[in-house]
């Protein structure tokens, strides 16, 4: 059965750095999205993306996040300058026609 | 008033139990609607889509009152399995694919 990768599994960094987080939605999949889990809470949309390009955003995904899609297969989320609160589960989804979404094993990102 | 609402729980019942779990959204012009379930530290895993007419799959069979809005799941005859967080989830109707998450209901099956 097909399903979305996510790397790496758990990524620790100092508050200001930059990081990358990488995903592999599902092949035949068109529609993509970032969301996160800060522990103990409810998950949080961040993006979604299509064709290319973002079709919507959160409030939480201000000008320290950029998405991309480099290739015809990974799906990236750049947090610019991290900071404490940052720290969370990130998961990627992907869906296809329907709105029906399917999530990564996520990455756990703490921020020191 | 919160977009997804549930009751957290726990609900604690044994193996072979009925248990219902219900959700209500705010946003009247939502237009898909969801059960995915959550095991700790774990991705959200989809349950299933919910439908006006309300479907079945299985053991498990969800309902939508869209006057009320109100999303419901039932689970007949539970495993050990089932224990898991379920959480309810709504487009809210600013994009077809913005989804928002309740907080979930935990479900622990005990033998």
């Known amino acids: 059965e097909p399903e979305v990768t996510q790397t790496p599994s758990h990524q620790v960094t100092q508050m200001g750095q930059e990081v990358i987080l990488r995903c592999v939605p599902i092949?035949?999949?068109?529609?993509f999205y970032w969301y996160r889990q800060i522990l103990g809470q409810k998950v949080e949309f961040l993006v979604s993306?299509?064709?290319?390009?973002?079709?919507?955003k959160s409030e939480i995904f201000d000008d320290q996040f950029s998405v991309e899609r480099p290739d015809g297969s990974n799906f990236t989320l750049k947090i610019r300058s991290t900071k404490l609160e940052d720290s969370a589960m990130y998961f990627c989804?992907?869906?296809?026609?329907?709105?029906?979404?399917?999530f990564g094993p996520g990455t756990r990102l703490t921020v020191t | 008033r919160k977009e997804v609402e549930q009751d957290p729980g726990p609900f604690n019942v044994p193996e072979g139990a009925t248990v219902a779990f219900n959700c209500t959204y705010s946003?009247?012009?939502?237009?898909?609607f969801f059960w995915y379930r959550q095991d700790c530290r774990k991705e959200p895993k989809l349950l299933m889509s919910?439908?006006?007419s309300g479907n079945e799959d299985g053991r498990f069979t969800a309902q939508l009152n869209r006057a009320s809005q109100y999303i419901s799941l039932l689970i007949r005859d539970s495993k050990l399995s089932d224990s898991a967080t379920y959480l309810c989830?709504?487009?809210?109707?600013?994009?077809?694919?913005?989804?928002?998450f309740g907080k979930g209901t935990m479900l622990l099956v005990s033998p």
């Open positions: 989804a992907s869906s296809g026609w329907t709105n029906e979404q399917y």
């Open positions: 092949s035949n999949h068109l529609y």
């Open positions: 993306f299509y064709n290319n390009e973002i079709s919507e």
């Open positions: 946003n009247s012009a939502s237009q898909s």
């Open positions: 919910v439908y006006s």
């Open positions: 989830v709504v487009n809210t109707g600013r994009g077809y694919s913005t989804l928002t």
